[in-house]
């Protein structure tokens, strides 16, 4: 009986191991899926460099909405309703048919082995390696969800552009992300841009938290009245390259969303380590790639659970 009791731990404890996150989970089984992966998302971004941007937000979006498990790429159907099509990602998501691209990709070599998650995942690090940005070792071995999650998408599971400091910490204790984790992540906003209607309103009412030069300098490409789907680089020095001037522009008060400038300026413990991000780059770096990382574990599918899709827009 003794024995019988440790055969069963002995496999229970195999099988939670099998279905554990590695950067290692495809070395056997498809040894040439991350590199087939990677040479995929670097064609596209050497065609629209502002793809490494739009790549690393698909990731972001995918896993904050229950869980890394590419539910943010299935369209809708007649029984379900697709995160696309949620106010945070309806025409403002992008990058869906570069993954799509990458997916076929690594079909060709490995058929059914890969998912649509794990390439999200990937694209998102290759992206920023690609732009100056981190090489960090993603953990592999996810598997796609059946369904998408609309609802929750909708449900306050994405930043609201105005959302406060205190509700975006919240957010991400939520998802197991600390202040810490928050204000890296952010940093993302070092590339790509954003549309007027986003950040308009704090050009034009006055605010304090923003500096006069920056905000006359925006106001040229989003008047008052109008021009609310143009588009404006987060970042107006270096809105292509990966690096920290992110954090140097929120101390001089000129972060373009509401969501970028409360992390600096306002007496909460994140003034503190955009000061030190600002300062110290390698740390920014390093930190950004800890927490992406971590982001990447919320919620996953593994083992048995959900499904490898044979193509990333719709389920088996």
Do not use: W
Not at 53 to 59: E, N, Q
Request: with cysteine; glycine share 6%; proline share 3%.
């Amino acid at each position: 009986m003794a024995i019988f009791k440790i055969l069963v731990l002995l496999l229970s404890l195999s099988c939670f191991c099998q279905a554990q996150l590695s950067p290692s989970f495809y070395d056997q089984t498809c040894p040439n899926a991350l590199s087939t992966i990677r040479s995929s998302i670097r064609t596209a971004i050497s065609r629209e460099r502002r793809m490494a941007a739009s790549l690393i937000r698909l990731h972001f979006h995918d896993c904050f909405v229950n869980g890394c498990d590419a539910s943010v790429m299935l369209v809708a159907t007649p029984t379900m309703e697709s995160e696309r099509d949620s106010l945070a990602n309806f025409q403002s998501a992008r990058g869906f048919e570069v993954i799509d691209q990458a997916k076929s990709a690594v079909e060709s070599v490995c058929p059914g082995v890969v998912s649509c998650a794990d390439i999200i995942a990937v694209a998102a690090r290759d992206a920023s390696e690609y732009v100056g940005g981190p090489r960090y070792n993603v953990k592999v071995g996810r598997r796609d969800s059946t369904n998408a999650f609309r609802a929750i998408a909708d449900s306050g599971d994405l930043p609201n552009f105005r959302a406060s400091l205190n509700d975006l910490s919240e957010l991400f204790l939520k998802k197991g992300l600390n202040t810490r984790d928050l204000v890296a992540l952010s940093g993302a906003h070092t590339l790509g841009q954003a549309q007027c209607l986003t950040f308009k309103g704090r050009l034009y009412d006055n605010s304090s938290d923003i500096d006069a030069g920056f905000s006359s300098t925006r106001k040229r490409r989003c008047p008052v009245n109008g021009g609310d789907t143009t588009l404006a680089p987060l970042d107006q020095v270096t809105p292509n390259s990966f690096d920290n001037n992110y954090y140097r522009n929120l101390m001089q008060k000129k972060g373009l969303l509401e969501t970028d400038q409360v992390l600096f300026g306002t007496g909460a413990s994140t003034d503190s380590i955009v000061t030190e991000y600002s300062r110290n780059p390698s740390r920014f770096a390093s930190d950004f790639g800890a927490a992406m990382i971590k982001m990447g574990d919320i919620q996953t599918l593994t083992g048995s659970d959900g499904q490898i899709r044979r193509i990333c827009s719709a389920v088996n």
